[in-house]
């Protein structure tokens, strides 16, 4: 390609470039990697799940006032669909009629739960959906038994925390994603 004069310098040229184009591209990509896990490592010491568990039940006590996930302007619907997605149940585990829902206005002023027809709400049974949780078996919701309901939802929002979410997912997500920055916007307004 090159006369035989230019050969050297060609591939002095060629060098150089390779060069300089590893030594600003790999630090930037230390960088990136020590950025994510600083931030990783700042979110997991900011994450209090202690205090997070504790504003779930007070939520839950002072909110969870019906079973209808169909009432879309209410608390009560937020976590009955929450339930039916995410296949879960109040806060901590059930485990029978004495559980996070029995201090709830739905058990204790007006409800299903208040007129003893059900012990949890329907949208915790398994396998129901929107369409069909009124119908939700009477074993799950008024007696309560084992098997038929989901777990808690706690340890699940824990594990779906930013986090549990390792640095090599992120750096996956981004090179997947060509709009990571409405992602990283999203999480970052979750803060």
């Known amino acids: 390609m090159w006369p035989s004069e230019n050969k050297k310098i060609g591939f002095l040229s060629i060098y150089i ?37 504790s504003e779930m039940l007070q939520s839950l006590d002072k909110h969870f006032k019906s079973d209808d996930p169909k009432n879309d302007k209410t608390i009560s619907s937020g976590w009955n669909k929450l339930f039916i997605q995410y296949k879960c149940c109040a806060v901590h585990d059930v485990n029978g009629t004495t559980n996070d829902f029995g201090t709830t206005p739905w058990c204790t002023t007006s409800g299903s739960c208040q007129e003893t027809a059900s012990q949890i709400p329907k949208t915790c049974c398994k396998d129901v959906t929107l369409t069909n949780y009124s119908s939700a078996p009477s074993p ?18 824990k594990l779906l ?31």
């Not at 931030?39 to 799940?49: E, G, L, N, S």
């Not at 994603?177 to 307004?189: A, E, G, H, I, K």
């Open 17 to 53: 470039v390779v060069f300089v184009f590893a030594v600003i591209f790999i630090p930037l990509i230390f960088m990136q990697y020590n950025n994510i896990n600083d931030t990783k490592k700042i979110t997991a010491h900011r994450v209090d799940y202690r205090r997070l568990k």
């Open 140 to 157: 799950c919701h008024a007696s309560v038994h084992p098997g038929t309901y989901n777990p808690g939802c706690f340890e699940l929002v």
């Open 161 to 191: 925390s930013v986090a549990n979410v390792e640095p090599c997912q992120v750096i996956m997500l981004f090179s997947l994603c060509p709009s990571w920055q409405y992602y990283r916007y999203w999480t970052l307004s979750l803060q």
